[in-house]
């Protein structure tokens, strides 16, 4: 069992930068391929990023490629999310995600074990 935390939300103008966090508890944390989701009202939710259980593999939705860096901490048990160049359309509730089976190129909703319950990001024009 993994219980995830998410920090790091809040309001910025467009083109400002932004760090999520996500705390896991366990001591199993570094098995698992971690991610980040993101999901607005009305709309499905969509990936943003994965990271392998090493970190060595990384995967990044178009949208986000090049804006946006994922990063894990094991001795830390935290996964992070830097957002640069924030867009108005980057608004949503960012949620935390950990699975032990999936990659990080099928890292996708159906699939996830845990998930944390959300932080909100509100990108201004």
């Known amino acids: 069992q993994v219980q995830l935390v998410e920090s790091g939300g809040g309001l910025v103008q467009a083109g400002g930068s932004l760090r999520l966090s996500c705390a896991g508890s366990g001591r199993t944390f570094s098995v698992y391929t971690m991610g980040w989701f993101r999901q607005t009202p009305g709309k499905e939710r969509e990936f943003v990023a994965a990271?392998?259980?090493?970190?060595?593999?990384?995967y990044y939705a178009d949208s986000v490629k090049g804006r946006f860096t994922i990063s894990r901490d094991n001795a830390k048990n935290t996964m992070y999310l830097q957002m640069n160049s924030l867009k108005p359309e980057d608004t949503a509730v960012y949620y935390c995600a950990a699975d032990r089976a999936l990659g990080v190129t099928t890292f996708r909703v159906s699939g996830i074990d845990f998930w944390g319950k959300g932080t909100l990001v509100t990108v201004s024009s």
């Open positions: 990271i392998s259980s090493g970190g060595g593999s990384i």
